[in-house]
């Protein structure tokens, strides 16, 4: 197997900060995001399987521990985790998860899990894994699995005709006949998660998998921690050019930085509403210097910020239909960086967005 070179392990340890002795718990974790594993296909969905090796050797050579992601969740929502706590997820099911991920997670005995479209595996589409892999995978007791909606549309889109309770009947139902479905195929395996496609939400969303007792999982960048959101817990997306070394070790380095209360908690912006120009919200005080807090937006742009007391007041840009993220990040007193990600999803004048 490939290993890093010595400076670049050394370079991984110094940025996770000191290895906490004994059994001394940790209250924070962080969860990698994955697609395909493989050498071709959109840049945005791949990981080549030798630099996903590197990840997985960079975990292991830095004394990471690679927990099945149900046990990370309730223990950052408990504060309890033990240090350099890692979750690996993979959204959509691909059939290179089984060729190219599989074999490198078994022979080092590491947990995953998987985010299933049930609708393209019913239908049987060759780039995906079908069930049978699924319960091959099972089997090995490393992989579970979680729900990615029957459809994987943007479910946050209105169809036609389709008004506010029909919109929430067939969300609903995307939501749990996916989960039922992977839970009639794979009993046990499944557990109460709810992967957002494209990774987009509204508060409505996260209502319904409240009500359902349903973790929600994002794809925004950050850590996890006893305040995060259960309805849009951050995961740092790894993908062909934001896949390298240094893109790794950041993740990994990340610290929660939590909302303790917000102005305007809108996520989703219907059609004719204008985009807010400020996002003002007061973070939950934590072991990170507030003095060096910084935003950006989604092409890393410096976002104005400006103070009132505990609050802070970030100048938006101009939001485009779809997704809109600005990343907060400040130095965290133990080395990395706190993290907070905040998502808005735009609809258009039709009440939909451009598609990838």
């Known amino acids: 197997m490939a290993r890093l070179p010595a400076v670049l392990l050394c370079l991984a340890l110094l940025a996770a900060g000191p290895v906490a002795a004994g059994t001394a718990a940790a209250s924070h974790g962080v969860i990698l995001l994955y697609h395909r594993i493989a050498d071709d296909g959109p840049a945005s969905t791949r990981v080549a399987p ?9 975990l292991q050579e830095g ?6 992601l149900a046990e990370l969740l309730a223990g950052a929502r408990a504060g309890e985790l033990p240090p350099r706590a890692v979750a690996l997820t993979f959204d959509d099911a691909y059939r290179s998860i089984l060729d190219n991920a599989f074999p490198r997670l078994a022979e080092r005995g590491l947990p995953f899990t998987v985010f ?20 091959e995978l099972a089997r090995s007791g490393l992989a579970t699995f979680g729900g990615h909606s029957v459809s994987h549309r943007h479910l946050e889109a209105c169809q036609a005709g389709e008004a506010g309770r029909r919109w929430r009947t067939r969300v609903r139902a995307e939501i749990l006949d996916s989960l039922g479905r992977l839970r009639a195929e794979l009993g046990d395996a499944v557990i109460d998660a709810h992967a957002h496609p494209y990774g987009e939400y509204s508060r409505a969303t996260e209502a319904l998998l409240a009500d359902e007792g349903l973790w929600g999982l994002a794809q925004q960048s950050g850590a996890v921690g006893p305040e995060s959101r259960a309805t849009r817990v951050p ?19 990340a610290r929660p930085l939590s909302l303790a209360a917000e102005k305007d908690p809108r996520v989703f912006l219907p059609p004719g509403e204008d985009s807010p120009e400020r996002w003002r919200f007061r973070p939950v005080p934590g072991a990170w210097r507030e003095g060096g807090l910084a935003c950006y937006g989604a092409d890393g742009t410096a976002l104005a910020l400006s103070r009132d007391g505990a609050w802070v007041d970030v ?5 485009r239909p779809g997704r ?12 990395g960086h706190a993290w907070l990600s905040r998502l808005w999803v735009r609809a258009d004048a039709a009440g939909a967005w451009l598609r990838e």
């Open 324 to 335: 809109n993220k600005v990343n907060c990040t400040a130095p965290a007193s133990d080395g």
């Open 235 to 253: 995961r740092f997306p790894l993908y062909h050019g934001a896949d390298g070394d240094q893109r790794l070790r950041t993740a990994l380095a």
């Open 50 to 58: 030798a630099r996903f090796e590197a990840h997985l050797d960079a």
């Open 116 to 135: 299933v479209a049930t609708g393209p595996v019913d239908k049987g589409y060759g780039s995906y894994l079908g069930w049978d892999d699924m319960r």
């Open 63 to 68: 004394g990471y521990r690679v927990l099945p």
């Open 315 to 319: 100048a938006l840009p101009a939001f």
